[in-house]
């Protein structure tokens, strides 16, 4: 399978009041991914990095510039948004099974519960379940149609750090039992740290690539707040212009 491309030349939203003007969201923006590479987007809020993922997704086809997927059949993609988005008159083993359209063995789909620590709740409601176990149940279901490529819009947005912390570490637990080619966006600078085989910075609108930037991190280093704490010191260093975009 084949790097995937990412080449938008113009995204612009008309301005309804004053119909000649138009508001340009990314200008010439232009990056790669690598077969089950993990790459963080990381960019201020309302830069356009939802938008970027909704383009990639074909939720939005209103752009100038190409997006060339891995293979040569039609590209599976797995999205999971900010919001969970758990269907409250099914419970979370059902939620799961909807998402694939082609079934899921039942051992797999008991395998990626059992990773996430969601086997006791897997015949609860969505209303039963806390925000952080509902997020687990948007990833299993992401990562359950085996996707070609996984987009992932701040999935840990509102979690408490502990919270989150846990999630995160169960996330890369899956992601290398199940490699996957992941986008990830987020505005958390030691989250990406923890988590990405690169980082790339996004400016503010016109939204563009600042930096591309390798993380050399070990998985034993990226379970300790030291490690990720010292590289995030290094990178502000080396890189002032990024403080600007957190």
């Known amino acids: 399978m084949n790097d995937f491309l990412i080449q938008i030349h113009n995204k612009t939203y008309p301005d309804k009041q004053h119909p000649e003007r ?44 190409q997006i060339v997927l891995p293979g040569t059949k039609p590209a599976k993609i797995g999205y999971v948004f900010q919001n969970p988005r758990l269907l409250p008159w099914h419970t979370v083993r059902e939620n799961i099974e909807l998402a694939c359209h082609e079934g899921i063995d039942a051992r797999i789909l008991d395998d990626l519960l059992e990773t996430m620590q969601l086997t006791r ?21 992401a990562f359950a149609i085996n996707p070609d490529i996984l987009l992932m819009d701040e ?58 930037i390798p993380i050399p991190l070990s998985a034993k280093q990226r379970l300790q707040e030291s490690p990720i704490e010292q590289f995030r010191q290094t990178l502000l260093s080396q890189y002032p212009d990024i403080a600007r975009l957190l």
């Open 22 to 65: 138009a508001h340009q969201a990314i200008y010439n923006l232009e990056f790669n991914v690598a077969q089950h590479e993990f790459v963080c987007l990381v960019g201020p809020s309302g830069c356009g990095k939802t938008t970027l993922l909704n383009i990639i997704a074909g939720l939005d086809t209103q752009f100038d510039g």
């Open 121 to 141: 709740v897997q015949q609860s409601y969505p209303e039963h379940l806390s925000l952080g176990m509902s997020r687990r149940v948007a990833i299993i279901r």
């Open 155 to 212: 999935p840990f947005v509102s979690l408490d750090a502990p919270t989150a912390r846990q999630v995160r570490q169960l996330l890369m637990q899956l992601w290398r039992q199940r490699p996957h080619t992941v986008l990830f966006v987020t505005h958390d600078l030691r989250e990406a740290i923890a988590l990405a085989d690169r980082i790339i910075f996004l400016s503010n609108p016109p939204m563009h690539v600042v930096r591309d």
